[in-house]
Nanobody, 115 residues
Framework: QVQLVESGGGLVQPGGSLRLSCAAS????????MRWYRQAPGKERELVAA???????NYEDSVKGRFTISRDNAKNTVYLQMNSLKPEDTAVYYC?????????WGQGTQVTVSS
């Protein structure tokens, strides 16, 4: 059974940094692309970053140069390093994988950027 467990969120001041982690289980992690999404209050969930099984990465335009997605296949974990955080980055961040035609999500971790 696929499980995704996010951690690392919190309250941070503008300009600060956070590193999110997503521990995955129930599938062969190193063969699947992984994604981070976020959902701000009153807005639709949006794709923030993606990493292929081979390590290629893609980013939503507003986070390019500030966020870095990475994966540790030995630990079955995907990370999102977030630097130079802005108030508009405030959202619940979710880890995602598509496995056997279904999308799986973690419970989410809250990131709040505020002074």
């Amino acid at each position: 059974q696929v499980q995704l467990v996010e951690s690392g969120g919190g309250l941070v001041q503008p300009g600060g940094s956070l590193r999110l982690s997503c521990a995955a289980s129930g599938f062969t992690f190193n063969t699947y692309p992984m994604r981070w999404y976020r959902q701000a209050p009153g807005k639709e969930r949006e794709l923030v970053a993606a990493i292929s099984s081979g390590g290629s990465t893609n980013y939503e335009d507003s986070v390019k140069g500030r966020f870095t997605i990475s994966r540790d296949n030995a630990k079955n974990t995907v990370y999102l390093q977030m630097n130079s955080l802005k108030p508009e980055d405030t959202a619940v961040y979710y880890c995602n994988v598509y496995y056997s035609g279904l999308g799986y999500w973690g419970q989410g971790t809250q990131v709040t950027v505020s002074s």
